[in-house]
């Protein structure tokens, strides 16, 4: 792996010479292959729903402007109530994120990790 | 920019103001010191030893990324323009689910010290280390002057000193502290400037909130009566529409390219990048940018209720008089929050937002610094520009070192230079564009060699290069260069200063734009101020046809190495 196809003055060899065989033999790890669906399935589908709620956020402000303007309580209006859900969403992804790589990501890494350093 | 009224009825408050300043001065010289006597590794000079924790780190992404421009310019934005200035800090926040799901903890695994580490571990080291060198330095530049021109006009505001001299004087000082907080403290000195900066900036504005809210009785929606009431624009300031509000069908293109740029902007800028690198692995990067999203998210909730409170208890009028642009907003919040001018307390509460402010001004451009010299250091000089082996390695990077500190010294003084030289004008679109350089150039690349098989050098070359010359070549021939009138920028009424700057007659209706920096009559050959919905594309386009044009097969396999490094952290340093 890592194949600087160059000699590079001053990184120190530490890194995985190419074709590292530890990197080889994870990659082709069943666990390996589960990991990385469990976190592209994740990670692209929240990536898609954050984007599509915020520019049809700045779309209806640029856009819709009649409808961001009616009130729902007292001064409030839709365009306040949006925004400040835009920040409970926010909050709301990086929690269930975290929660979702403490369950279902980091065990997987820190065993192929663990193994990957013993081979 | 006019001197503020309280400056000149109240000098009392000036010589707190200096107190406060120097204090914080000479508290950061003291920690930058110290951590100085500290660091163990040269190298600890880019990443800080990798020692921090996730609550620290997540402290110092939100100094390096809370700038003068969200505090006193969104606070500012929200006074004026009520709702548009809101819709501006929610880009700024959600960009951050970007940086967290898609690039921070890849990065740290698979990186070292700068962003293009994680390039050149697939890619080509000297091509692809040179260009994401100088889109670093170029994001930077911008983003300096950006600072340093806005510390100027507003240090000198808030000292009540005005003049040309004081404006260069302030820059020059603000750019020498930089240099030395960087060049002495390295990334671990950089680190508690940033710690100190937040927290002071969060203690400030908390109990600016609170202090307002308590008005209010705690009553938000009286909070939002009061402000809508005392705008002057009723119900249309809790809209969106004051500020993107002219309804040809452009204005709104515009803001919603200053909302993508915004978004993925965030998790290509330099400086940010960095602090991925200043922890121990992968899982610490994730919870300090959970830390970060929180912070950052309340401080905005924050600044939210200080720019409302600011509309209502002073008044959008009296904002406006003091500082067009609405960068005194919430210094004037905090006199009146005092007691008003005149009052001990009144000048307490401005002298202690002013240092605020000022904090805030010397953290970020700091980060900035050392983000830029990191770069010219680890990726021009060792990689590119040095040749042949290398006799030692501790030898080697001692000097790699000094190399760093060297160019954070000529960075520093082009960001005074060129600061100085535009400290009269406009620059505060700057901040925007640095971010649209950012989302075009470095976004692309990052995203596409951890996550695209097919990616190549000549691809990340052409994305690069193509997101940097559309995102610049953009904003040269828009209106914020060229000022002609055009549908979107009907003619405006002309101060007769800005007559004789333009050369027209007072009552002249070629002006649209009386602050464009090249001309104030000729008509920008591209319309919109912000380039982020073109230039993103581009970026993104040019860097999947250059891969696609020349393959490189073990470039693709080695791919695999990459996820295996970046998702299990095997390898990872």
Redesign the interface.
């Known amino acids: 792996?890592?194949?600087?196809?160059?000699?590079?003055?001053?990184?120190?060899p530490?890194?995985?010479s190419a074709g590292?065989p530890?990197?080889?033999a994870?990659?082709a790890d069943p666990r390996?292959a589960e990991?990385?669906t469990r976190?592209?399935r994740f990670?692209f589908s929240?990536?898609a729903v954050?984007?599509a709620w915020?520019?049809l956020?700045?779309?209806l402000?640029?856009?819709a402007?009649g409808f961001?303007?009616i009130k729902v309580?007292?001064?409030?209006?839709v365009?306040?109530l949006l925004?400040l859900l835009?920040?409970v969403s926010?909050?709301a992804?990086?929690?269930v994120?975290?929660s979702y790589?403490r369950r279902r990501l980091?065990p997987l890494?820190e065993e192929?990790?663990a193994e990957?350093?013993v081979r | 920019m006019k001197a503020l009224n309280f400056a000149a009825a109240e000098p009392s408050h000036r010589g707190l103001t200096i107190g406060l300043f120097a204090a914080f001065v000479v508290i950061t010289v003291g920690i930058t010191v110290w951590s100085s006597r500290k660091s163990k590794r040269a190298l600890d000079f880019y990443d800080g030893g990798r020692a921090f924790s996730g609550l620290q780190n997540g402290i110092a992404i939100s100094g390096d990324y809370m700038s003068a421009a969200s505090f006193l310019g969104i606070a500012g934005m929200i006074a004026l323009s009520g709702y548009d200035g809101f819709l501006y800090s929610i880009g700024f926040l959600v960009a951050w689910l970007v940086a967290l799901l898609l690039v921070a903890e890849l990065l740290r695994n698979s990186g070292r010290y700068t962003m293009a580490d994680v390039l050149a571990l697939r890619l080509r080291q000297r091509p692809i280390r040179a260009a994401a060198g100088v889109s670093t330095i170029v994001v930077s530049i911008f983003y300096l002057v950006a600072q340093m021109v806005g510390a100027g006009s507003l240090v000198s505001l808030l000292l009540g000193v005005s003049g040309d001299g004081a404006k260069i004087w302030v820059i020059v000082a603000v750019g020498a502290l930089m240099i030395f907080y960087v060049t002495v403290g390295g990334m671990k000195g950089t680190t508690w400037v940033q710690i100190v900066k937040a927290v002071l900036l969060m203690v400030g504005a908390a109990v600016m909130t609170v202090m307002v809210l308590a008005k209010f009785n705690f009553n938000i929606g009286d909070l939002l009566s009061a402000a809508a009431s005392q705008s002057g624009k009723g119900d249309a300031f809790l809209q969106p529409g004051l500020k993107y509000g002219a309804t040809d069908a452009w204005s709104k293109i515009d803001l919603i390219s200053l909302g993508i740029a915004l978004v993925l902007g965030t998790a290509g800028l330099p400086h940010v990048l960095v602090r991925f690198y200043t922890v121990p692995d992968s899982k610490t990067v994730r919870k300090s940018v959970n830390w970060a999203i929180a912070i950052i998210g309340v401080f905005y909730l924050m600044t939210l209720a200080i720019g409302f409170g600011a509309a209502a208890l002073v008044g959008t009028k009296a904002i406006k008089t003091a500082d067009p642009s609405g960068n005194t907003a919430a210094p004037t919040l905090a006199e009146t929050l005092g007691g008003g001018a005149g009052t001990g307390g009144g000048a307490a509460m401005l002298a202690f937002i002013a240092s605020v402010a000022f904090a805030t001004i010397l953290a970020v451009v700091a980060g900035l610094t050392l983000a830029s010299s990191s770069s010219v250091a680890h990726d021009l000089y060792a990689n590119v520009f040095r040749r042949g082996p290398v006799e030692d390695t501790q030898v080697a990077e001692r000097k790699e070192v000094r190399v760093a500190k060297v160019s954070a010294f000529f960075i520093g003084a082009i960001a005074i230079g060129v600061s100085i030289y535009a400290r009269e004008l406009n620059v505060a679109f700057l901040v925007a564009v640095a971010f649209a350089i950012a989302a075009s150039a470095n976004l692309p690349a990052i995203l596409l060699t951890l996550f695209w098989k097919r990616f190549t050098t000549f691809g990340a070359k052409c994305g690069i290069y193509a997101g940097l010359i559309a995102a610049v070549g953009l904003v040269l021939l828009s209106p914020v260069c060229w000022g002609g009138t055009s549908s979107g920028r009907p003619a405006v009424a002309l101060t007769a200063a800005q007559a004789t700057k333009c050369g027209v007659a007072k009552d002249s209706k070629q002006v649209g734009n009386a602050t464009a920096l090249f001309s104030c009559t000729v008509k920008a050959p591209f319309p919109l101020e912000n380039p982020g919905v073109v230039s993103i594309p581009i970026g993104f386009l040019a860097a999947i046809a250059g891969s696609l044009v020349r393959r490189n097969k073990r470039e693709e396999e080695s791919h695999a190495d990459l996820e295996v490094r970046a998702l299990t952290g095997v390898g990872a340093e």
Do not use: C, H, K
């Open positions: 792996m890592i194949r600087p196809t160059e000699t590079v003055a001053g990184s120190p530490t890194e995985p590292d530890r990197a080889r994870i990659a390996f990991l990385r976190f592209r990670v929240m990536t954050f984007l915020y520019l956020y700045v779309l402000s640029a856009y402007r961001m303007a309580f007292g001064s409030v209006n365009a306040l925004g835009q920040f926010t909050f992804i990086a929690i994120y975290a790589s980091d890494a192929l990790r990957g350093q």
